[in-house]
């Protein structure tokens, strides 16, 4: 009786790590949201379609996925590449971002805010909710 209470209690222990590890890992990545929120706007379809005139809208998946479709009117800076061709997008004007599911916006509008950017904005869905116009090739 004494070896199943010391597994038992062992076991407790485990669970209750695991659990706090749970915890510690959703409260970094709401914190990291919450931070990247102070300069960032997350944008819904509609209101990422109504700037895409004046803003420059840039895909960060990589060029394969971007050849099978893009929304309209973007162009393709991959993540990989971003650190390197920053430079290439205008700090003046709005920078919309996007990629499959805007894990890779939220880092890249980290990297840009860094390097002086102010306005930045992320297709709140990621482009695998994209319903506006594509374009393919």
Known sequence: MIAA???????????????LLIVIIAGLRYWRMWQVKKYTQFLSEA????????????DLRE????????????????????????QDLRPDLPVYLYDQTKVLSVQAAKFLHQKGFQKLALLDEGYQKWDGKVKKG
């Open 47 to 58: 209101e990422f379609q109504q700037g895409i005139r004046t803003a420059q809208v840039v």
């Open 63 to 86: 060029a394969q996925s971007f050849t099978n479709g893009h929304i309209l009117g973007a162009r393709n800076l991959p993540y990989a590449s971003l650190k390197l061709m920053y």
């Open 5 to 19: 209470s010391g597994f038992t209690s062992s076991l407790l222990m485990v669970l209750i790590a695991f659990l």
